[in-house]
């Protein structure tokens, strides 16, 4: 299993966008290139994150992004849900599935449903305010959200 560069991207995204303290929008354009990612692919994950009323968007001269909510209360496991498709370790899992024909007596789907329990308990304990702490303050152009400790 494996996150799409959807969540990655978007999740970056929203750190670069947090960390725009001054509460002025900022342009796809600027978070494009200051994390390196398309904007034509920055607009389409940014269309998702607005119906997903995670992030505003601010029209005209000196238009662009803002955050809808404080970054301590957008998780990333929101984030991903928003942009990606479902996270879950087996398809039969998946909401839209048809499900199993062996969902009665499979002995293996309380295995994998508790995996994805895992990953989206584990994905939600982060907030984009955490991710955003761990960018070094002499280093503000990088966010380092490769580097996340899991906090309990």
């Known amino acids: 299993m494996r996150l799409t560069t959807k969540g990655q991207y978007a999740v970056r995204a929203m750190v670069k966008l947090a960390s725009h303290r001054d509460g002025r929008p900022v342009a796809l354009r600027d978070i494009s290139g200051e994390e390196g990612i398309s904007l034509a692919y920055l607009e389409q994950l940014f269309l998702k994150l607005r119906k997903g009323n995670i992030v505003r968007s601010v029209r005209g001269p000196g238009g662009g992004y803002v955050l809808a909510r404080d970054p301590s209360d957008i998780s990333v496991g929101e984030v991903i849900t928003v942009v990606e498709e479902p996270l879950n370790p087996v398809a039969c899992l998946d909401d839209d599935s ?22 989206k308990e584990f994905l939600n304990s982060i907030s984009v305010q955490d991710l955003l702490n761990e960018v070094k303050p002499s280093d503000s152009s990088a966010t380092h959200t490769c580097d996340i400790q899991h906090r309990t």
């Open 98 to 119: 048809e499900g199993c024909s062996r969902a009665e007596n499979c002995i293996t789907q309380t295995v994998w449903k508790g995996l994805g329990d895992r990953i």
